[in-house]
């Protein structure tokens, strides 16, 4: 158990629809990432935040946000949802930012658009 | 922008048959590279960081190494259960880790 909670664990939904995914970080861990894990892309880096603050985005479409409240937990937005949009969601936290450390990784929300 | 690429894709061993994953990359001043564990329907699971070339890290039946260029993961004598997808992953300027697409191993009894 890597310490890391995300709900829900599945999630189907129709297009155009909002959705929001959660995330708990591990005890202690400041960081956390959002990662879109789908069968022809591999782990897609999204967005990463510590201690409350965004400090870097990667290839995150702009239907896309996502926040860290004071408690550290973190939630995705997702809206105007597309087909494409279907995959795994991934939330990782770290202890800290800035330096090399391995991420823990929740189990994930598979999420589906029809 | 960091590059990484594993090969082979799948790869389909006899329990008990050792072989090797590779995962090349391209960055500008590399921090640490990962390899990960994961299982069908989980999250990715951390194995190990490797910091610099030369060095090795061993678990079980696992060792990775690392040269400048690429890493390594080796499997000595697997079990069915070693059965999984292997990514790699490294951490450069950005400190956000990139990940490879990974290595779907399957080992048969």
Redesign the interface.
Known sequence: D?G?TQTPKHLITATGQRVTLRCSPRSGDLSV?W?QQSLD???Q?LI?YYNGEER?K?NILERFSAQQFPDLHSELNLSSLELGDSALY?C?SSAG????????????TRLTVT | EDQVTQSPEALRLQEGESSSLNCSYTVSGLRGLFWYRQDPGKGPEFLFTLYSAGEEKEKERLKATLTKKESFLHITAPKPEDSATYLCAVQAGSYIPTFGRGTSLIVHP
Not at chain 1, 97 to 102: A, L, R, T
Request: glycine letters at 20%; a neutral charge.
């Open positions: 890597s890391v990432y990662y892309q591999g782990l880096f990463h870097a990667g991934f990782a930012q800035g330096h090399v450390s391995p991420l823990h990784f929740g189990n994930g």
